[in-house]
Structure formats: C-alpha cells, structure tokens
C-alpha cells in the first residue's frame, strides 16, 4: 500500500485550468518514483466543505494546496479616512490578491485532522486571512514553475522516507514475547536521524534566505559562495540547479550592489543563452536599471531558449513592455502580435496572455482605446480573469469621473475626479 496519499485542493476558475493540469501532469509523474498517490475534487462545490470532498480526504494522510489569485481585498489598515467621514480612500498598492475561500477551508480542515500539509502558493497572494500557525510555504511563477516542483520533491522525498521508516517498524517487526522487546524495537531510530529528516525537509528555503541574507544583510561573500556549492551539491539531482543557484548568487550580489557584480553576472549569462532562467533573470535587472533595450533583448532570447509556451509568452510580454517603457510602442505591438501567426496558440490561455501583454502596452501609451478593446478581448477569452475585468472597471470609472469633472467648475470638481481615482 503507498505511503504518501495525498488529497490536492485547487481552484477550478477557467484561468487556472492549465496550471492545475501542469501541476497534476507533475504529481502523475511522482508515481513511479516515490510511495505516492493522489486524488482531487472533480469540481468546486458552492457548499462548504461538502460530504464528497471530506469523504475524499478521509485515509489521507497530507493534503497540498495549490493557492491562486481568486480577489482582490483591502487590508484593513490600509484604510484612511478622507477629510469627508463617509469617505474611504485606497490605492491600488492598498488591495491584496487573496486566494478561493474553498481551499482555505479544505486547508483548515486538512490541519484539524493533523495531515501533513504542502502548501504551494502564487507569488503576490496573502495567506494571512483564514490560516492560523507558522506553516511553511512553497512560492511559485506561473511562468517558471521548476523551483516550485524542485521544493516540493524534497518536501514529498522527505516525508515518503519518515512513512516507510515508520512502515518498516511496523512490518518487519519480528515477532516477541517480552514488552521489553517491544519497547526497544519502538525507539530503535535514533534521535538525531529524526532531526536530520526534519532539516532536510526545510532545507530548501532555509538555504536560500540563508544565501539571500549573507550577501545582501552581511556582505559576506566567500561565505554566500560556499553556501551555493552546498546547496549545489545537495540539489544535485535536479537538472538546472548549477544555473539556479548560481543566477540567484550573481542576481543578489547585483542588488547588493557590489561594482563588478552585474559584469560578472553578464560573463556568465553570456555563455548560457539557451538557458531561459538566467537569460531571464538578467532581463529583469536591466529592466530594473531602466536599461530597457537591453532588457528586452535578453527577455527574447528566453523566449527563444524555453520549451513552455506560457513562458515563452510571459517573456515576449516582459519584452514588449519593454520597448514600449523605452517609447518604441510600434516595436512592442509588433513583437506580440506577430505570435497570432502561431497556429498552435491555446485560445482559452495564451491568446489571452497575448491580448493582456497588448493591453499593457495600450496603457503605457496612454491610449484608452485600444487599451479597452484589448482588455475587452482577453476577458471575452477568459472572463474569469479578476485582474484584467478589475483593471478595466477602474479604468471605466475613473473615466467616468473625468466627465465629471470637466462640467463642474473648481475645487469641487477637482475633488469628485480625486474621490474616484482612490
């Protein structure tokens, strides 16, 4: 019988659908490899926590949570009060993306049943409403999810070897006719092999804000390099661990700030670009910099290197943007709207990352036209899609307020046109 037997919550919005099977398609693949099985809910119940989906966790001994953007919320201490008391003022770095009530739930229920839990979590969601304790997470992209699979295969390793640990005890256990015997064979594993299976299963965060806090905080680098050949050496058995770890060594050093960092940084992507994460990674501190052409070229050339057609497209996006943030806007629609020729476009995701990438632009341009009409078209693709449906109400109601304003004379309408744009 497996060892490992998981119940996986997800979202089952539309936008969602191709990362939850991405996620699936990897679970199926940990089959053969580990003492591991998995099931999910067939679709989402609009009650809470029905009879089906706890008769599904029952006999499961870990549950993972895939947590997405579901909405937008306000922290409460985000809230001012303007000068009129029936007035609330917010900006958009005021709303937090949160994920579905429905997998906090099943988490919850999943943690009062004592299951070991996994939780996989969309960079930008706030887990603090609704799940209690100091749990630790797995963060993940959307456009590069192999960090996130590398974590979770040591958290799953980890626990398949603590269950036929604990399997084993039970049945080899020879037969005994003293209590002493029994005693004995019950305390058998040492303690500190109990301690080294727990730091291995953390290990991976750890090294990393271990990494992230020597070179940025304590400036030492001869210690933040041996830190990277450990982690190396110990994440040996996934393919691109020499280029991640070494990507996030000269990408922290860069921010850090040390002066021969980004050329050191540039010599090494230099020679890896086939490989996406560093070329990318490169892209984005150039973006940072406002080195925009730079950044869009290296973003490109990820483009070209990955094999995933959702990245691929995330890192056209990320080079568009940037040659519209350089004011070369005929150069950043030419480059998104010559991957419409693709005939192997996925209408219900990619056309609808396309036509948000072309939205973007439109905004940086400042032409409400198009940006409508684009986000319109990515929403008539995908209506589910929160962000892009609340980016084009705010858009609508500022414009709204615009109208407003222009037929009210002075302060007043000055301060109609302030009230909707928080």
């Known amino acids: 019988m497996k060892q490992l037997r998981a119940f996986v919550g997800h979202s089952f919005d539309d936008q969602d659908q191709q990362l939850v099977r ?30 089906k989906v706890k008769a599904k966790m029952e006999g499961k001994n870990l549950f993972i949570g895939i947590f997405t953007k579901k909405d937008f919320r306000i922290a409460p201490d985000k809230l001012e009060a303007s000068e009129a008391p029936e007035k609330k003022c917010l900006s958009d770095d005021d709303l937090t993306w949160v994920p579905s009530n429905w997998i906090i739930q099943e988490s919850g229920y999943a943690l009062g049943k004592d299951m070991d839990v996994i939780f996989a979590v969309e960079n930008g969601v706030d887990l603090q409403t609704g799940l209690q304790g100091d749990i630790e997470y797995v963060p993940f992209e959307r456009s590069n999810l192999g960090p996130c ?42 303690k500190e092999e109990k301690i080294e299976q727990e730091k291995e299963r953390k290990s991976f965060p750890k090294r990393f804000r271990s990494l992230r806090k020597t070179i940025l905080e304590d400036k030492d680098l001869a210690r933040a390099k041996k830190i990277v050949e450990e982690a190396i050496e110990w994440d040996k058995g996934r393919e691109d661990s020499d280029a991640f770890w ?34 990318s990674m490169l892209g984005s501190l150039y973006k940072n910099f406002e080195h925009y052409l730079k950044a869009a070229e290296k973003f490109l050339l990820a483009s070209q290197g990955t094999k995933e057609k959702n990245d691929k497209i995330e890192y056209i996006s990320q080079a568009s943007e940037c040659y519209a943030l350089d004011g070369n806007f005929e150069k950043a629609y ?20 396309l036509y948000g990438g072309l939205a973007k632009i439109a905004k940086l341009e400042k032409n409400d036209n198009l940006f409508v009409s684009f986000s319109e078209k990515a929403l008539n693709l995908i209506p589910t899609d929160h962000q892009i449906r609340f980016s084009l109400a705010y858009h609508y109601d500022l414009k709204v307020a615009r109208k407003i304003s222009k037929s009210l004379s002075g302060a007043y309408g000055i301060r109609v046109l302030w009230y909707h744009a928080c």
């Open 334 to 353: 030419n480059v998104l709207e010559n991957e419409f020729q693709n005939d192997n476009l996925d209408r219900s995701n990619t056309q609808k990352l």
């Open 149 to 190: 699979y590398t974590k979770i295969n040591e958290m799953l390793g980890s626990l398949a070897k603590e269950a036929r640990t604990s399997t084993s005890e039970q049945v080899v256990r020879p037969s005994t006719d003293t209590k002493e015997e029994e005693e004995e064979e019950k305390v058998r594993e040492p």
């Open 246 to 279: 070494r990507t996030w060594f000269h990408f922290l050093k860069t921010e850090a700030g040390y002066s021969d960092a980004l050329q050191e940084f540039e010599d090494f992507a230099k020679g890896r670009d086939n490989d996406p994460y560093p070329t």
């Open 22 to 51: 991405s996620f699936q398609d990897y679970f199926d693949s940990l089959k053969g490899t580990i003492d591991f099985e998995w099931d999910h809910a067939k679709r989402a119940e609009p009650r809470e926590l029905c009879k």
